[in-house]
């Protein structure tokens, strides 16, 4: 079994110290090793990718580049998704592209034009951000944004992205924590954010 970075320090934390070693570096036998882990910063899992999710049956190509997939008269709560891109070491990944595809509040996808589907590019630090609408319920699906991303010249991320709380995450086969979004209520909007870790 592969250890993340996050693990593997936190198993060599839980070791117990030989008091010699302890006296060595000038402090008391008692001290335990987890004056250790208080003292090292709490890391992001930025080695482990984020995972791939079925495609689904209603992506379409040649979405239009947009970072706001609201569209006039659109109803539904506005939702504001921001975050970074980078790879399994960290560092960001600039104009890497993000397609975005969901239903509407009414759970309807638009198979006929371009409503609820964009694409935009991160910026040269990594940096996404995107509108969508609070996606609706449809039969056998918790509410959830389809997403594909791709760095320059490389192979695309098919995912999903989910909303904490929802009682339909418990029943949804395809929903999986480790794409849940961080997400905060404001007056008009929600806010959410997410990190896409790409294998690269």
């Not at 997939?69 to 939702?79: F, R």
């Amino acid at each position: 079994m592969r250890l993340s970075r996050r693990q593997l320090l936190k198993a060599i934390a839980a070791l117990p110290i030989p008091g010699f070693v302890l006296a060595a570096v000038g402090l008391a036998p008692e001290a335990s090793a987890t004056m250790l882990l208080e003292a090292t910063p709490e890391l992001e899992d930025a080695d482990d990718p984020t995972p791939p999710v079925t495609e689904g049956p209603f992506y379409k190509p040649k979405s239009p580049m947009r970072a706001n997939m609201i569209e006039p008269g659109m109803k539904g709560e506005k939702v504001v998704v921001s975050g970074k891109v980078t790879d399994r070491k960290g560092n960001a990944i600039p104009n890497a592209q993000i397609e975005v595809w969901n239903a509407d509040s009414d759970g309807e996808y638009d198979n006929v034009g371009f409503k609820c589907r964009g694409h935009l590019y991160t910026d040269k630090d990594g940096a996404y951000k995107f509108t969508a609408v609070y996606p609706g319920l449809y039969p056998g699906r918790t509410r959830h944004y389809h997403i594909r991303v791709q760095a320059p010249n490389k192979p695309a991320l098919t995912t999903q992205l989910f909303f904490p709380d929802e009682p339909q995450n418990a029943r949804d086969g395809i929903f999986l924590k480790a794409l849940l979004m961080k997400v905060k209520q404001e007056r008009d909007r929600k806010e959410a954010s997410f990190h896409f870790v790409l294998n690269v």
